[in-house]
């Protein structure tokens, strides 16, 4: 399914007034996981509000044992210091990358803002190698923008 198409199912779930928004964003990484070839593994970490740590709230794809990432560890953590997209090509070229999976390939992580504030992420793997472009990119700032207004 092409990312245009999913705008329209992304703005049903999360225009559910009666579902927790732990629940919408769950339903947002399965639909994006289930219905774009390239995003294996989709999840939202989001940042705690005292320790200089991102928690894993949603995932979709294979189970991950890494639920909490320091600030700066990895791509999740280095997007949380530099409050940047981080879309990497090659994750085997990258010296701090934290392995889920043997699988992956490429990895995009959108920081998600709240008044300002990086408050949590979208993190994709992706078990083809440059699975990622402008278009995801723009998409995923989108998706956690809608997120992030819930919060």
């Known amino acids: 399914m092409k990312i245009a198409d999913l705008k329209p199912k992304v703005l049903e779930i999360l225009q559910q007034p009666e579902l927790p928004i732990n629940h919408k964003m769950q339903a947002v990484c399965d639909l994006l996981q289930s ?5 294996d593994w ?11 740590t991102l928690h894993l709230w949603n ?3 294979e189970p991950t044992d890494h639920t909490v990432i320091p600030f700066g560890k990895g791509i999740c953590g280095q997007v949380a210091v530099s409050n ?3 879309v990497v090509d090659d994750v085997h070229a ?3 990358y934290i392995a889920c999976s043997i699988h992956v390939k490429s990895e995009v992580v959108i920081p998600m803002f709240k008044d300002g504030k990086n408050i949590g992420q979208i993190d994709i793997d992706s078990n083809t190698p440059n699975a990622f472009n402008e278009e995801d990119e723009r998409f995923l700032e ?3 923008e809608l997120v992030a207004a819930q919060l």
């Open 42 to 52: 989709v999840g939202f970490y989001m940042a705690h509000e005292t320790e200089p």
């Open 94 to 96: 990258q010296d701090n």
């Open 35 to 39: 219905n774009v070839d390239t995003y």
């Open 84 to 86: 940047k997209n981080f």
């Open 142 to 144: 989108w998706v956690n």
């Open 59 to 61: 995932q979709a794809g």
